[in-house]
């Protein structure tokens, strides 16, 4: 079954997948983007950004590319954080949509379908947002604190600022410089394109618990970080804020 209309066939579409210690699961993610990705458009690529992955996940995605030739791979020399992912992964992009969630398969990318339905030409994103929390309900409740503090805080007006399962259109993408290289990057993210007038639709989406490793973002001191990291974002964004340029580093490579 197609999903898009034969007119809707040529936009083309980049997803891509931030990959740190996700040898366990980002095949799979691999070939359900791309099974999705055949019903969808006629143009479209993979991008998987490799954050230095202390595991085997370079062997993996070596493989990958050997089957998917519309796979791409973006190599970071060295560890560039969650955000730091994230913006080589716009970076890569070149279609007209972009789509990314993680490469841990808390989500499923065949949901992505949810999401291209509702990108109506007066939407520009859409987000997902968790039906429920697949890990636990401690960290669900933390989650929810999270989402009330951000939000709260940086006039953020989504139901799940914390989802990273978003479908954005590359126009409102532009001329936005991200800075940060943790998970905070999201709430600039968010609160960037919010600023600049893009218009968001939402969209209920299933959230799984990871099926390999573990989540680094609740441990006791990445929580404190994550805190700092939120002030200093607070402060450039909401109190002082000025045209942001994004800090210079060593270039990725591409395969």
């Known amino acids: 079954?197609?999903?898009?209309?034969?007119?809707s066939m040529s936009t083309g579409?980049?997803?891509?997948?931030?990959?740190?210690?996700?040898?366990?699961?980002?095949?799979?993610?691999?070939?359900?983007?791309e099974r999705t990705m055949r019903d969808l458009t006629d143009d479209w690529e993979i991008v998987v950004v490799d954050d230095c992955s202390p595991d085997h996940a370079a062997e993996?995605?070596?493989?990958?590319?050997s089957h998917f030739p519309r796979l791409r791979i973006v190599s970071h020399p060295s560890n560039r954080g969650y955000g730091g992912a994230l913006r080589s992964g716009f970076e890569a992009a070149t279609k007209e949509l972009v789509f990314y969630t993680?490469?841990?398969?808390?989500?499923?990318?065949?949901?992505?379908?949810?999401?291209?339905?509702?990108?109506?030409?007066d939407v520009d994103v859409v987000?997902?947002?968790?039906?429920?929390?697949?890990?636990?309900?401690?960290?669900?409740?933390?989650g929810k604190c999270y989402h009330t503090i951000v939000s709260l805080a940086f006039g953020l007006r989504l139901r799940d600022v914390d989802c990273d399962f978003r479908l954005i259109r590359r126009s409102a993408l532009?001329?936005?410089?991200?800075?940060?290289?943790?998970?905070?990057?999201?709430?600039?993210?968010?609160?960037?394109?919010?600023?600049?007038?893009?218009?968001?639709?939402?969209?209920?989406?299933?959230?799984?618990?990871?099926?390999?490793?573990?989540?680094?973002?609740?441990?006791?001191?990445r929580l404190v970080q994550t805190l700092g990291q939120l002030g200093a974002l607070w402060w450039r964004l909401c109190v002082r804020p000025e045209p942001a340029v994004a800090p210079t580093e060593v270039p990725a490579t591409e395969s």
């Open 127 to 142: 987000n997902g947002y968790k039906l429920f929390r697949g890990d636990g309900p401690v960290r669900a409740l933390v």
């Open 13 to 33: 579409m980049t997803v891509f997948f931030p990959c740190y210690g996700d040898a366990g699961t980002i095949a799979s993610m691999v070939v359900l983007a």
């Open 60 to 65: 993996v995605l070596d493989e990958l590319r």
């Open 174 to 221: 532009e001329g936005i410089a991200l800075e940060s290289t943790s998970g905070t990057v999201c709430v600039e993210l968010i609160k960037k394109l919010q600023d600049r007038g893009a218009r968001f639709a939402e969209v209920g989406v299933n959230h799984y618990d990871r099926p390999f490793g573990s989540s680094q973002f609740f441990r006791p001191k």
């Open 102 to 121: 993680d490469g841990d398969a808390q989500y499923d990318p065949r949901e992505l379908r949810r999401l291209y339905e509702r990108l109506t030409p």
């Open 1 to 7: 079954m197609r999903y898009a209309t034969r007119a």
